[in-house]
């Protein structure tokens, strides 16, 4: 190539065009003023290549002034970075030019879709609403595995959106490309006959461990979203009346042992999701009939607290488009999904060992619409419905509705909004289950956001009431869960048998300065007594009073070697709403990267410095006194570009005057022999020594008979994680995933309260001279599943699926030992499933 050719590749212009002007060379770049750019509508649309040989592009003009944001903000580019963007009545185009000297040195690691691994990456950022607080983006790395995900409340990310696009990659001698074709009826705006589109650009350079964009995005300021160019020129858009459909097919075979020999059973299985563009912003997404047995299982554990274990959503139609459904502080407080197709919760009156007692109750179908209107208000309503499930003639889930609606209106272009929420929960019972579940739920409420001070200062608070109603034996049990603990002795609140509703209300407030380098601010949280969500949403325990002030070091630049250091401080304090106080905690965290990638970070806190009451820990019995607890957590993470990274965290924590004691460490190790296969093995070894557990209520809560036992827990625990990744190609993956887990408890020293409010631990106990249950457990479970996925069209996957579990915890109990507990694991009888899933995408 001659030296004019080579300049004429090299030529970068600014984004306007009527003017250029080349930089200094391939490897740097100057900031450079511009106007605000302009997409150039295209006369005929691109060969999607990676290659910018085609006409159009030869018309567009570049947009330069990428600036380093990663580790540095606003500093000088290590290599330069240009882009064009392009539209024509069906697509948006972008092409991005990423220039290195040593394009040997790219990163391109294979891997399934929405998997970021330590690649070079290229991400074009859309806010085509142009509200300032949403965007689509869309991601791919120089081996073409692309990413996509929805931003949300200007920082927040769902990774689960997924979109149907193309993009094509190139590396040469220059550096590499990306050249993306966004369909238009993918992205979400407003009719209207010109359009201004929010719009950003990012570059990660992974050997450097850098990341570049245009324009600046300034880790000092709050949100991404709002950083975003203001991009015009985009006329005559059209609003299509989009539609998808993906029905399914699948075939299951399952077999499981049972007490009379093993059973098998076979099912075949039809379904559909379906999304359509009612609008060119409103959108209803519906499901019939759905499966989710592709998804990886739950991790294992074993829960011994009074409180209910929460599990993270991983069903790909209720991940997607949750951020539009979040209210307040706790996005789950209100609405968690997993309660939609839950566990039966009534599998326990199953007494049949024979019995084939399901995972999951039915979902017979769901339907969403989302949506932003042109006045600034964003919609979301929910509606499932779940069959009944019985096994034999017995009911132990009832066919149950679930709706929710929520809608936020912004102002000042998004720096402040009002929204309001309401959800409710309807059951189908008949009288044989009616004393134990609630038959209705209601939740409303209102919340606000305001910035200001250009966005340093943000202000929050949040508003909601809740209604459940059943028959007294429903409510009745409502009262003693652990969410509420009416019977408790000493609280001033009593069980009202005859009550068939509970009402009660939430309230959280917080100001906080969200920018530069000193951030931090204070949060309250109010819960009275009844307030009760957990038909639809998750709350782990009502009357409770939150009041938490922290402060932040947030420095924008590197200290002394290290990168993206960070310091935080933070005291919170708990009490019941009549001012019992019920927890407190003082707490140091301390994280930094190094120029590699390596990050370490170190959490030290005490728990209870003050005089603290659990009023949990009894399980409905008296308040008991906490001592202090000391903890500190470690986590150590090497350059996760190595072929072999490990990493290890640990925690130690004393408690209990010396009594109590954990340490846990988890070694973790990922290994990469390839580009396209990456394996990782893990595990986690747990000792505990807790003088204070629970072990029973033996007589009548709130009897003076009543004896409340606790005693001192030995317990050993070690599981591994285990997975594999296989990728031919992008859109052709294989995964393993094995996890066995085993944990084993004894009991010893028991004891009962006798002074439970007493400074003294000693004195907050005696020693029980009656016959107490037997406690000891030995819990053993493996999981496992191998997942064969093949995009073979667009959006059109064919899923091959086994998975495998296995229980045991009928001996050795109170005994760890670990080749014996998991000889005996894996010697125990499975229950496998295999399926076959198709799905074909049918657009336009």
Same mark, same amino acid.
């Given at each position: 190539m001659n030296a004019k050719k080579i300049a004429a590749v090299l030529s970068l212009s600014v984004a306007t065009a009527a003017s250029a002007q080349a930089p200094r060379s391939v490897l740097t770049q100057t900031p450079i003023t511009v106007v605000p750019p302009t997409a150039v509508r295209a006369a005929r649309p691109p060969v999607i290549d990676g290659n910018d040989t085609d006409a159009m592009w030869q018309s567009v003009p570049r947009i330069t002034g990428f600036r380093l944001f990663d580790p540095t903000e606003d500093a000088d580019l290590p290599f330069a970075t240009e882009a064009r963007i392009s539209y024509d009545d069906a697509n948006l185009y972008v092409f991005i030019r990423a220039f290195d000297p040593q394009p040997d040195s790219i990163l391109a690691l294979l891997s399934r879709r929405d998997v970021k691994t330590a690649s070079d990456q290229l991400k074009i950022m859309i806010d085509s609403y142009h509200d300032r607080r949403t965007g689509y983006e869309f991601a791919v790395n120089p081996a073409g595995v692309k990413r996509d995900i929805y931003t949300f409340d200007d920082s927040q990310e769902d990774l689960s959106w997924d979109a149907v696009w193309d993009v094509a990659t190139r590396i040469d001698s220059l550096g590499w490309t990306a050249e993306f074709r966004i369909p238009l009826s993918q992205l979400r705006y407003a009719s209207a006959a010109e359009h201004q589109f929010g719009i950003m650009i990012v570059r990660d350079i992974a050997r450097r461990n850098e990341r570049v964009s245009w324009p600046l995005l300034r880790r000092s300021k709050p949100g991404i979203a709002s950083q975003f160019a203001d991009v015009g020129?985009?006329? !005559?858009?059209? $609003?299509?009346?989009?539609?998808?459909i993906s029905p399914y097919a699948l075939t299951r075979n399952q077999s499981a042992l049972r007490a009379a020999g093993y059973t098998r059973t076979e099912q075949a299985t039809m379904g559909a999701d379906i999304k359509y563009g009612i609008t060119s912003n409103l959108t209803l997404d519906a499901t019939v009939n759905p499966d989710f047995g592709q998804v990886e299982a739950d991790p294992a554990t074993l829960n011994l607290t009074a409180f209910e274990t929460f599990l993270a959503e991983q069903r790909p139609f209720f991940l997607e488009g949750t951020g539009i459904f979040q209210f307040g502080d706790d996005p789950t407080s209100i609405f968690y999904s997993r309660r939609i197709g839950r566990a039966p919760q009534l599998s326990g009156l199953v007494t049949d060992e024979n019995a084939d007692v399901p995972g999951a109750s039915r979902i017979l179908g769901a339907g969403k619409l989302t949506g932003r209107l042109s006045d600034g208000t964003s919609?979301?309503?929910?509606?499932?419905?779940?069959?009944?499930?019985?096994?034999?003639?017995?009911?132990?889930?009832?066919?149950? $509705?679930?709706? &929710?609606?929520?809608?936020?209106?912004?102002?000042?272009?998004?720096?402040?909004?009002? +929204?309001?929420?309401?959800?409710?929960v309807h059951r189908s019972l008949d009288p044989s289950i009616d004393s134990y579940l609630r038959r209705d739920a209601f939740t409303a409420g209102i919340d606000g956001r305001h910035r200001f001070a250009n966005g340093m200062i943000s202000l929050r608070g949040s508003l909601a009431t809740s209604t459940v109603r059943g028959t007294t034996s429903a409510i009745t049990r409502t009262q003693r869960s652990s969410t509420h603990t009416y019977q408790r002795p000493d609280d001033g609140i009593a069980v009202d048998t005859s009550r068939t509703?509970? $009402?009660?209300?939430?309230?959280?407030? *917080?100001?906080?300065?969200?920018? !530069?380098?000193?951030? @931090?601010?204070?949060?309250?949280?109010?819960?009275?007594? !009844?307030? =009760?969500?957990?038909?639809?949403?998750?709350?782990?325990?009502?009357?409770?009073?939150?009041?938490?002030?922290?402060? /932040?070091?947030?420095?924008?630049?590197?200290?002394?070697?290290?990168?993206?250091?960070?310091?935080?401080?933070?005291?919170? =304090?708990?009490?019941?709403?009549?001012?019992?106080?019920? @927890?407190?905690?003082?707490?140091?965290?301390?994280?930094?990267?190094?120029?590699?990638?390596?990050? &370490?970070?170190?959490?030290?806190?005490?728990?209870?410095?003050?005089?603290?009451?659990?009023?949990?820990?009894?399980?409905? +019995?008296?308040?008991?006194?906490?001592?202090?607890?000391?903890?500190?957590?470690?986590?150590?993470?090497?350059?996760?570009?190595?072929?072999?990274?490990?990493?290890?965290?640990?925690?130690?924590?004393?408690?209990?005057?010396?009594?109590s004691s954990l340490w846990r460490v988890r070694p973790y190790v990922t290994f990469r022999p390839s580009t396209r296969?990456?394996?990782?093995?893990?595990?986690?070894? /747990?000792?505990?020594?807790?003088?204070?557990?629970?072990?029973?209520?033996?007589?009548?809560?709130?009897?003076?008979?009543?004896?409340?036992?606790?005693?001192?827990?030995? /317990?050993?625990?070690? $599981?591994?994680?285990?997975?594999?990744?296989?990728?031919?190609?992008?859109?052709?993956? &294989? /995964?393993?995933?094995? =996890?066995?887990?085993?944990?084993? +408890?004894?009991?010893?020293?028991?004891?009962?309260?006798?002074?439970?409010? *007493?400074?003294?631990?000693?004195?907050?106990?005696?020693?029980?001279?009656?016959?107490?249950?037997? @406690?000891?457990?030995?819990?053993?479970?493996?999981? *496992?599943?191998?997942?064969?996925?093949?995009?073979?069209?667009?959006?059109?996957t064919l899923f091959l699926v086994w998975t495998q579990s296995r229980d045991q915890g009928d001996r050795d109990f109170g005994n760890f030992t670990a080749v014996r507990d998991y000889r005996n694991l894996f010697a125990a009888r499975p229950d496998n499933v295999f399926l076959i899933k198709a799905s074909y995408w049918v657009g336009r």
């Open positions: 020129g985009f006329v !005559g858009l059209s $609003s299509p009346r989009r539609i998808e919609l979301g309503v929910l509606g499932a419905f779940t069959e009944r499930t019985n096994v034999g003639s017995t009911t132990i889930e009832p066919a149950t $509705s679930y709706g &929710m609606a929520r809608a936020t209106r912004d102002f000042r272009e998004g720096e402040s909004a009002l +929204g309001v929420v309401a959800t409710t509703s509970l $009402s009660g209300s939430s309230l959280f407030l *917080a100001a906080n300065k969200v920018s !530069g380098l000193l951030r @931090g601010g204070l949060n309250y949280t109010y819960l009275t007594p !009844g307030y =009760e969500t957990n038909d639809l949403g998750f709350l782990s325990r009502a009357d409770l009073q939150t009041l938490q002030a922290n402060a /932040q070091l947030v420095p924008s630049k590197p200290w002394r070697g290290l990168r993206n250091p960070s310091a935080a401080l933070f005291i919170t =304090e708990q009490r019941t709403a009549a001012g019992l106080r019920n @927890g407190s905690t003082w707490e140091a965290f301390l994280s930094a990267y190094t120029a590699s990638g390596a990050r &370490m970070s170190i959490d030290s806190w005490v728990d209870n410095p003050l005089a603290t009451y659990c009023d949990r820990c009894a399980r409905g +019995g008296p308040a008991l006194r906490y001592s202090p607890a000391y903890n500190t957590l470690v986590n150590l993470n090497a350059n996760p570009r190595l072929r072999i990274s490990p990493s290890f965290a640990a925690i130690y924590t004393i408690a209990d005057e010396g009594n296969v990456s394996a990782e093995l893990g595990t986690r070894f /747990q000792r505990n020594h807790d003088n204070t557990q629970y072990l029973a209520t033996l007589g009548t809560v709130g009897a003076d008979s009543t004896h409340y036992l606790f005693g001192h827990l030995d /317990q050993d625990l070690l $599981s591994f994680t285990s997975r594999l990744d296989v990728t031919l190609r992008p859109t052709i993956s &294989m /995964q393993l995933y094995a =996890e066995p887990f085993v944990t084993a +408890g004894r009991y010893t020293s028991v004891r009962e309260i006798s002074a439970a409010r *007493a400074a003294s631990y000693d004195a907050r106990f005696r020693a029980f001279t009656g016959s107490a249950p037997d @406690g000891d457990f030995n819990e053993k479970s493996f999981n *496992a599943s191998a997942v064969l996925r093949w995009e073979y069209r667009p959006a059109s």
